[in-house]
């Protein structure tokens, strides 16, 4: 069985405090063949300092002339990948020791794509500090309407064939702050077959204060932006997770009336039990 190449991407703008957790559980693989990109968007820490120590010949070292968007630092990043699977690891998250090893083997034998995977929620400040994203097998094979109505995917789990860009110029959409992960894996989605691994091979860490919880209006526009691409029926199921966003932010502000009217607008039930979850839980 040929062992796939895994160009592993890692974008870091200030990550020292976790850097090494991150690049350890790369180089503490149980499958070796790989190589890091590890792309610096001009950090103000020691970031550069911490990954040169690591003294790898399989990790490979860029910086930008300038401080970018982060969708654009990750096209320039990829750019520079060799392998035969791209992946991404950011420097606040990290892998269990076998991860690479699974992805390979279910690349093999699945006749697939890309794949995404199951994983833990890490929160640092939590006396459940790790909790399991899903409990349940999510879809395989072509499962662009599935994310449409219900994105499952999270970067750190995100593996595919590097053929898959071929006719992609432009990898990430730089116009995007918040969805340009959806936004590829969406397109991809379309043409290209997903598995699904279900042991969890990841960590990612949550960050109460991330971009995404602090720009929720950003996080719509650019949604509905997206939504106007679609067919009506995508287009309806995009709007539906608008709506859900929205009445996430109406419990985080309080604004409880304004939540019950909003969430009486929502279609999908799944989401409706999950937000009165967070409104109790509150």
């Known amino acids: 069985m040929q062992d796939y190449k895994f160009s592993i991407v890692v974008n870091c703008l200030n990550g ?61 990043a990829i750019s520079k990948a060799n392998g035969d699977i791209i992946c991404f690891l950011d ?34 400040k939590s006396l459940l500090k790790y909790r399991i994203y899903k409990f349940l097998p999510l879809p395989v094979g072509f499962i662009y309407n599935q994310l449409a109505e219900n994105y499952l995917v999270s970067l750190p789990t995100l593996a595919f064939k590097s053929n898959c860009i071929v006719d992609e110029r432009i990898i990430f959409n730089s116009n995007y702050n918040i969805i340009g992960d959806f936004d590829f894996v969406m397109r991809i989605s379309k043409k290209y077959k997903a598995h699904y691994i279900y042991i969890p091979t990841a960590y990612y860490r949550q960050h109460p204060n991330s971009y995404s919880n602090l720009n929720v209006d950003e996080h719509i526009k650019e949604l509905s932006e997206w939504s106007k691409k679609t067919d009506r029926v995508l287009r309806s199921k995009v709007n539906d997770k608008i709506k859900y966003l929205r009445c996430l932010e109406f419990i985080n502000k309080r604004l409880f009336l304004h939540f019950f009217k909003e969430i009486l607008k929502i279609k999908n039930l799944k989401n409706k039990i999950k937000l009165i979850l967070i409104f109790i839980l509150k």
């Not at 820490?45 to 860029?62: E, T």
């Open 16 to 76: 020292s405090r976790y850097l090494d957790k991150s690049i350890n559980s790369i180089i503490k693989q149980k499958y070796y063949n790989w190589e890091i990109i590890f792309w610096d968007n001009c950090s103000e820490d020691d970031s550069l300092q911490i990954i040169k120590k690591f003294k790898n010949d399989k990790i490979k070292i860029f910086k930008s002339e300038k401080k970018e968007k982060l969708y654009h630092a990750r096209n320039r």
């Open 91 to 124: 420097v606040d998250d990290w892998w269990s020791p076998n991860k690479l090893k699974i992805y390979n083997e279910a690349f093999h034998k699945f006749n697939c794509d890309y794949i995404y995977g199951n994983f833990f929620n890490y929160y640092e």
